[in-house]
């Protein structure tokens, strides 16, 4: 069974930095790749970026490229997201979510219909 919980949400002011973390279970990081979302109350969840399976390759969202950087440590099973610089338009629920692409060093994080398993999200809020 995949499992997904994320963690390190809270309140932060803003420039404030979080790092946020994706432990998975019930397989590994060389398996599926991990994508992150987040989703403000009332709008879509939009996808901010994503790691692939094979060598790590990360895709991150154009207007979130300067502020964010998604890294993993496989011998940890997790995934992160680096959030910097962080504004109060960023206050969202944070998903991370697993995928399996056919080829190992692509990931999607456009998609969330092609996910096969979400985690439950950490609160993120930004605020003075």
């Known amino acids: 069974q995949l499992q997904l919980v994320e963690s390190g949400g809270g309140l932060v002011q803003p420039g404030g930095s979080l790092r946020l973390s994706c432990i998975v279970s019930g397989f590994t990081l060389d398996d599926y790749a991990i994508a992150w979302f987040r989703q403000i109350p009332g709008k879509e969840r939009e996808g901010i970026g994503c790691?692939?399976?094979?060598?790590?390759?990360?895709y991150l969202l154009n207007s979130e490229k300067d502020r964010f950087t998604i890294s993993r440590d496989k011998g940890k099973n997790t995934a992160y997201l680096q959030m910097n610089s962080l504004k109060p338009e960023d206050t969202a629920v944070y998903y991370c979510?697993?995928?399996?692409?056919?080829?190992?060093?692509?990931?999607?994080?456009?998609?969330?219909?092609?996910?096969?398993?979400w985690g439950n999200g950490t609160l993120v809020t930004v605020s003075s």
């Open positions: 979510a697993a995928d399996r692409p056919v080829l190992a060093y692509v990931c999607y994080y456009s998609r969330p219909d092609r996910m096969d398993a």
């Open positions: 790691i692939s399976r094979s060598d790590g390759s990360t």
